[in-house]
């Protein structure tokens, strides 16, 4: 983009530059047939190196893709349909979510609840250090 942006400015400055010398030197009717000139030279330019900035583009896209042939493509597909089709991940977490209730005894969590319950009539307005010491001991019971 830079290069293309630098060549239109180059050549706008080139034909400017003509049109000036053309119009400082010659006569009147000789400024029009050399302005067109340069107006015509300058389009020239333009269309070509515009042209050959297009195909260098479209070349350098072309082996960007770097896609494989199209034997390749559809036999990758055919490979793929024929492997095996499984739901691994849902598999994984219905297998966690079991093994998570396995661990959890109906029993054990009503006292659990019954316990945090009562432990909330308890509380009473702390400070921020009795917060602290009560959270650590907190942590202290919870680790076996």
């Given at each position: 983009m830079n290069k293309l942006l630098a060549t239109l400015?180059?050549?706008?400055?080139?034909?400017?530059?003509?049109?000036?010398i053309a119009q400082s030197t010659g006569p009147a009717a000789a400024d029009k047939s050399v302005a067109d000139k340069a107006k015509e030279?300058?389009?020239?330019q333009k269309a070509d190196k515009a042209k050959a900035f297009a195909d260098k583009e479209k070349a350098a896209q072309d082996l960007s893709r770097n896609s494989p042939?199209?034997?390749?493509?559809k036999a990758n597909v055919d490979k793929s349909k024929m492997q095996a089709k499984t739901k691994t991940k849902y598999d994984q977490k219905a297998q966690e979510g079991l093994a998570d209730m396995a661990g959890t005894n109906p029993a054990e969590a009503k006292a659990n609840v019954d316990k945090s319950k009562m432990q909330?009539?308890?509380?009473?307005?702390?400070?921020?250090?009795?917060?602290?010491?009560?959270?650590?001991?907190?942590q202290k019971e919870s680790k076996p």
């Open positions: 400015i180059a050549g706008t400055f080139a034909a400017v530059s003509t049109v000036a030279d300058q389009k020239m042939n199209p034997a390749d493509q909330s009539t308890k509380r009473d307005k702390v400070t921020k250090d009795e917060g602290k010491e009560i959270q650590k001991q907190q």
